[in-house]
């Protein structure tokens, strides 16, 4: 299936790492007009000069007044991928601290409603419709033990998709999930080869897998694009299977 995003602003979250640096690059291919947030300035001058033509922003998402001042001055897109997340580690659901808590729903939670906000309004004044993708996670819909931080940011999420979907629908812009299992970015990769858990998870998905960069991108693609025109409010799984097995 071939994109073509030409005349086409999309703004991507988490743009300087794993997924939100592979769409970054599949969007510029497709001929878009991409703003690429980040909140690591280093990182964020390494995609500029990698690709030139992405329209950095640099902000700390889990900063929701500084992000808002930052996203006023932009203008209003066409396509919204909510991306950037923070993981607090592995801590039990009776250890879990405020603060790892506070961390993880202000960057994976309340950045999006953030972003969503500020730019929803700029979509609905100009009356062009639109689509706004939020990366999720299987976990926002069954947990994984001693997660409980990026379990809730994401189920939380997964609403979020759902409430914006309700009340943006009549604007002609869509909010959809992709749910996705461990994608095997670079540090996906790391994250695998060192965890009997993941290994167990590999093996409880049908296709015996995970998640390929270009399996989680080819979705938002699409989910961005006319080829969707329908689709909306929905929880897209990209997880080989996963939360098809009950494994007993």
């Keep these: 299936m071939a994109y073509n995003f030409a005349g086409k602003k999309i703004f991507v979250t988490g743009a ?21 947030l980040g909140s690591n300035k280093n990182l964020l001058d390494k995609l500029v000069a990698e690709c030139p033509d992405v329209k950095p922003v640099h902000v700390d998402l889990g900063d929701w007044d500084l992000t808002r001042a930052e996203l006023v001055n932009l203008p209003a897109m066409n396509g919204i991928v909510n991306n950037a997340a923070c993981g607090t580690g592995s801590v039990s659901a009776l250890d879990l601290s405020r603060s790892n808590l506070e961390k993880s729903l202000n960057v994976n939670l309340f950045g999006p409603i953030n972003v969503i906000q500020a730019l929803g309004k700029k979509m609905v004044d100009a009356g062009n419709g ?5 990366v999720s996670s299987v976990v926002g819909i069954n947990p994984m033990r001693d997660m409980m931080a990026y379990n809730i940011s994401k189920a939380g999420l997964d609403m979020v998709t759902k409430q914006f979907a309700l009340e943006l629908g009549q604007h002609n812009i869509r909010v959809n999930s992709v749910n996705l299992s461990l994608v095997l970015t670079d540090r996906g990769k790391d994250f695998d080869a060192e965890s009997t858990i993941l290994t167990n998870l590999r093996s409880q998905t049908p296709l015996g897998r995970f998640v390929d960069l270009t399996e989680a991108i080819n979705p938002m693609l699409y989910l961005l694009s006319d080829y969707s025109s329908m689709v909306t409010g929905t929880l897209q799984l990209v997880d080989g299977g996963l939360l098809s097995n009950i494994h007993v």
């Design 130 to 134: 639109g689509s706004i993708v939020n």
């Design 16 to 36: 300087t790492r794993g997924i939100g640096r592979g769409l970054v690059n599949s969007l510029l291919k497709c001929q878009a007009e991409v703003y690429g």
